[in-house]
């Protein structure tokens, strides 16, 4: 059974930093193309980082040059650091295949606020 479990998100002030944490299983990690999406209050779920099986990352415009997503196929795990948190990056966080296909978690909820 494919599961995505997400941790690491709270309240920051804006211009602070999180690192979001997401453990996958049921999954061959290691071959899977992998994302970050992002769901704000009465917003479309959207994905804002991505990495290739090999480590390639990608990411959306609003997030570029703040947010860092990287892998550790040993350990099943993805993980998003986020620099310089705005007040609009506040939104529920998830990590899924590429496609958004698997089973979507309960994801990690950010909030920037002063």
């Known amino acids: 059974q494919v599961q995505f479990v997400e941790s690491g998100g709270g309240l920051v002030q804006p211009g602070g930093s999180l690192r979001l944490s997401c453990a996958a299983s049921?999954?061959?990690?290691?071959?899977?193309?992998l994302g970050w999406f992002r769901q704000a209050p009465g917003g479309l779920r959207r994905m804002v980082a991505q990495?290739?099986?090999?480590?390639?990352?990608n990411y959306s415009d609003s997030v570029k040059g703040r947010f860092t997503i990287s892998r550790d196929n040993a350990k099943n795990t993805v993980y998003l650091q986020m620099d310089s948190l705005k007040p609009e990056d506040t939104a529920v966080y998830y990590c899924?295949?590429?496609?958004?296909?698997?089973?979507w978690g309960q994801g990690t909820q950010v909030t920037v606020s002063s």
């Open positions: 899924n295949f590429l496609s958004g296909s698997g089973s």
């Open positions: 049921g999954i061959i990690f290691r071959f899977s193309h």
């Open positions: 990495i290739s099986a090999n480590g390639s990352p």
